[in-house]
């Protein structure tokens, strides 16, 4: 009678460890109070990791083991945003919100979703990004080359800003949430203002800059970065990394990877941190010299974060391309690895 059990078992073990190998973790959210942080997967789980429990001084492997895994879909889950109630999740399919007060008591389910205006029904563009403003409003941008304005108290989409040729890959707010910014695979990058969100009231186009220009890799961009102070832009992808002053909306400074393009980037204090195709994080200074490469367990990374809400689990989380969640406590130094599965 033990027989079909085990193979059931072994099955079980087989199925997870090619699960394992297959992994890509594409976007991570902390969690209000800071002590969580959720990173979700091409398989639509959303795994939540303990850092309180993570980085305590006794802590064990078993500590660093997930505290849950939410089945959030059947296709891949593209990218996490947090609000001070909620952990908002999306890809394929509808954008759903998951109560942080649930998810720490171990009972997730869906609180609200939303169902993107897609032109087409017969198929399924994916939400790639999403942002949400202080005041509420959400912003998804999406592979119809939409971007979609939500409402989230009242649950309706209150406008789309179309203009992109191609579809989007990533968002970002300026500072006083009163523009937003869209990066696409047609090697746009949109400057929207949301009182007025009719035509982008800037375009920049990367990969007609000299400085940045990379013909041989294409004009995509795939990462977009404000500083506090809205007075600079980063972005890159196909064409290299490229620092642009605001004002004049020209491109100053560019950061070489010939070897690599970059999926992510963001501003840390005065650095730059940036990673993409290969196994390591870029700190730059911002005049474009290499400080540091840090590197890391997945060959490709897409997603870096750093918790803002917390002193005591300050840290830089890096996924990608593995089942393997990396975990720096300062910027320079892996302290250890979390697994998704």
């Not at 296709?75 to 954008?95: C, H, N, Q």
């Not at 080359?145 to 990533?170: E, P, R």
Request: proline residues 5%; glycine residues 6%; hydrophobic residues 35%.
């Amino acid at each position: 009678a033990m027989r079909p059990n085990m193979a059931d078992n072994f099955e079980t073990e087989m199925l997870n460890q090619r699960r394992q190998l297959y992994t890509t973790v594409f976007s991570q959210a902390f969690s209000p109070c800071g002590r969580f942080v959720a990173a979700c997967d091409n398989f639509g789980r959303i795994t939540v990791f303990s850092l309180a429990a993570s980085l305590s001084a006794d802590a064990k492997e078993d500590s660093r083991k997930p505290v849950l895994t939410i089945q959030a879909d059947s296709g891949p889950v593209y990218s996490l945003t947090s609000t001070e109630r909620f952990l908002i999740s999306a890809g394929i399919g509808d954008i759903k919100a998951w109560s942080w007060a649930d998810i720490v008591k171990k009972s997730p389910k869906v609180q609200w979703s939303l169902s993107p205006p897609f032109s087409h029904s017969f198929d399924n563009p994916e939400t790639n990004s999403t942002v949400i403003t202080k005041d509420g409003m959400l912003c998804s941008g999406c592979g119809d080359n939409n971007v979609y304005l939500w409402d989230m108290q009242k649950g309706i989409c209150t406008d789309t800003l179309k203009g992109h040729t191609d579809y989007i890959h990533a968002l970002t707010l300026r500072s006083n949430d009163q523009q937003l910014v869209s990066a696409g695979e047609d090697g746009a990058i949109r400057i929207w203002d949301l009182r007025d969100p009719k035509d982008a009231v800037h375009i920049l186009e990367p990969y007609k800059h000299d400085l940045c220009a990379r013909s041989d890799q294409g004009r995509w961009i795939r990462c977009v970065a404000l500083d506090s102070s809205d007075d600079w832009l980063l972005c890159g992808g196909g064409p290299s990394l490229s620092l642009w002053h605001m004002r004049s909306m020209t491109p100053v400074v560019a950061f070489p990877t010939p070897k690599s393009y970059q999926n992510v980037v963001m501003f840390q204090e005065d650095q730059i941190m940036s990673a993409g195709s290969s196994p390591c994080v870029h700190h730059w200074s911002m005049n474009g010299e290499l400080q540091s490469r840090v590197p890391c367990t997945p060959a490709c990374i897409y997603s870096l974060a750093i918790n803002p809400s917390s002193v005591s689990y300050k840290v830089l989380s890096v996924a990608g391309s593995s089942a393997k969640v990396d975990i720096f406590t300062n910027l320079g130094y892996k302290a250890f690895s979390m697994l998704v599965c």
